[in-house]
């Protein structure tokens, strides 16, 4: 017999614990195949006989010793090793491609997509070589788009232009953080001012908040929002409106106030009306307008794909942590929304971003 250069003497509480490990079976397949491993090493069995009992490779029979006499424990000795992480399948531009075909209509003559037709469009265009289904459930999975429930339509068709559009952004989102070249997501949405009928009654021990069913409309205003995801800072501004002049004096806050440093300020935004460059010429004099937009690029985000914008994401938060209650005021919601986006600000809260 040739000699062994991992012997593996096990103690008696070793023993014990392998045993109990094997019998209430509450470990990984894995474990517990290293765990009758040890034992039957123990037991003076050869690595061939080992492994032709437990069905597996013999290198798994002698990597187990050399692991056990190498650690320091039994606990480090069957503890799984990390395997290096799986490359992408999927890059950032091609996960987006197939999120936006996923949510796009089924191809003439289906009703709706499956993972194989999906897979087939992504080696159709040329986006990988190949792929399984697997693959495709998977990420779809991970970004929760269920293509085969009708209510999950989000963009009407998948065009060029959506897809230069798409990957303008994605390419913009990838690019290192640069100070003088700021990448600062933009978009506005309407907040409802809501006020109480009657004073809500506090909540005590064993009892909820209550507050009554009734309330009064005091009208809509308007929140503006910017959002630059690598510098972790985000402005929320409300207004009474979003007219082309409002536009256009955010656009004018933002070169000279938040950004004045900045040779050029990368703008994300929607394709709303007022979102075009001739509306800072339609409220400031040429020379105004030309000003602020020389120090200006925008990068439109396709139609229906608002979900590319990063500052959606900062608005769900402000719903969901500042804005879930009555607010009766302009200037109670513009204080609420001030303490909400500094204490943001000072914890540099970013985005961990996923298309």
Same mark, same amino acid.
């Given at each position: 017999?040739?000699? =062994?250069?991992?012997?593996?003497?096990?103690?008696?509480?070793?023993?014990?614990?392998?045993?109990?490990?094997?019998?209430?079976? =509450?470990?990984?397949?894995?474990?517990?195949?290293?765990?009758?491993?040890?034992? /039957?090493?123990?037991?003076?069995?050869?690595?061939?006989?080992?492994?032709?009992?437990?069905?597996?490779? @013999?290198?798994?029979?002698?990597?187990?010793?050399?692991?056990?006499?190498?650690?320091?424990?039994?606990?480090?000795?069957?503890?799984?090793?990390?395997?290096?992480?799986?490359?992408?399948?999927?890059? @950032?531009?091609?996960?987006?491609? #197939?999120?936006?075909?996923?949510?796009?209509? !089924?191809?003439?003559?289906?009703?709706?997509?499956?993972?194989?037709?999906?897979?087939?469009?992504?080696?159709?265009?040329?986006?990988?070589?190949?792929?399984?289904?697997?693959?495709?459930?998977?990420? #779809?999975?991970?970004?929760?788009?269920?293509?085969?429930?009708?209510? $999950? &339509?989000?963009?009407?068709?998948?065009?060029?232009?959506?897809?230069?559009?798409?990957?303008?952004?994605?390419?913009?989102?990838?690019?290192?953080?640069? $100070?003088?070249?700021?990448?600062?997501?933009?978009? +506005?949405?309407?907040?409802? #001012?809501? +006020?109480?009928?009657?004073?809500?009654?506090?909540?005590?021990?064993? $009892?909820?908040?209550?507050?009554?069913?009734?309330?009064?409309?005091?009208?809509?205003?308007?929140?503006?929002?910017?959002?630059?995801?690598?510098?972790? &800072?985000?402005?929320? +501004?409300?207004?009474?409106?979003?007219?082309?002049?409002?536009?256009?004096?955010?656009?004018?806050? #933002?070169?000279?106030?938040?950004?004045?440093?900045?040779?050029?300020?990368?703008?994300?935004?929607?394709?709303?009306?007022?979102?075009?460059? !001739?509306?800072?010429?339609?409220?400031?004099?040429?020379?105004?307008?030309?000003?602020?937009?020389?120090?200006?690029?925008?990068?439109?985000?396709?139609?229906?794909?608002?979900?590319?914008?990063?500052?959606? @994401? +900062?608005?769900?938060?402000?719903?969901? /942590?500042?804005?879930?209650?009555?607010?009766?005021?302009?200037?109670?919601?513009?204080?609420?929304?001030?303490?909400?986006?500094?204490?943001?600000? !000072?914890?540099?809260?970013?985005?961990?971003?996923?298309?």
């Amino acid at each position: 017999m040739s000699h =062994k250069k991992y012997i593996v003497n096990l103690t008696e509480e070793e023993v014990k614990e392998l045993e109990t490990m094997i019998k209430t079976g =509450k470990h990984s397949a894995r474990k517990l195949t290293h765990a009758r491993i040890l034992l /039957q090493t123990h037991e003076g069995k050869s690595d061939l006989s080992i492994a032709e009992n437990l069905r597996v490779n @013999i290198s798994t029979v002698e990597r187990t010793r050399e692991k056990f006499v190498e650690s320091v424990n039994l606990e480090e000795a069957l503890k799984a090793r990390p395997h290096p992480p799986k490359p992408r399948k999927l890059n @950032i531009n091609a996960e987006a491609f #197939l999120i936006a075909t996923a949510c796009a209509d !089924a191809p003439e003559g289906r009703a709706k997509w499956t993972m194989q037709l999906l897979a087939d469009r992504l080696v159709e265009m040329q986006i990988v070589e190949s792929i399984s289904d697997e693959t495709v459930r998977k990420t #779809l999975k991970k970004n929760e788009i269920k293509p085969w429930l009708k209510e $999950q &339509w989000c963009i009407p068709e998948v065009d060029a232009k959506y897809v230069w559009r798409m990957e303008d952004l994605l390419d913009l989102y990838a690019e290192p953080y640069d $100070q003088k070249r700021p990448v600062i997501c933009f978009d +506005e949405r309407p907040c409802p #001012l809501i +006020e109480e009928v009657r004073t809500p009654i506090s909540a005590k021990s064993g $009892q909820l908040e209550r507050y009554d069913f009734e309330y009064k409309r005091n009208g809509v205003v308007n929140l503006f929002g910017f959002f630059e995801p690598l510098a972790a &800072w985000r402005h929320m +501004e409300v207004t009474d409106q979003r007219t082309k002049v409002d536009f256009a004096h955010q656009m004018k806050a #933002l070169v000279d106030i938040h950004r004045p440093d900045a040779e050029l300020i990368r703008v994300v935004l929607d394709n709303l009306n007022t979102h075009h460059p !001739a509306t800072l010429y339609e409220n400031f004099s040429p020379e105004e307008a030309n000003r602020i937009l020389k120090k200006l690029e925008f990068h439109y985000t396709p139609k229906h794909a608002s979900w590319l914008n990063q500052v959606e @994401i +900062e608005f769900s938060v402000l719903s969901r /942590q500042c804005l879930d209650r009555r607010i009766a005021t302009k200037e109670e919601l513009s204080e609420h929304i001030i303490i909400w986006k500094d204490q943001r600000n !000072a914890q540099k809260v970013t985005v961990n971003w996923r298309c």
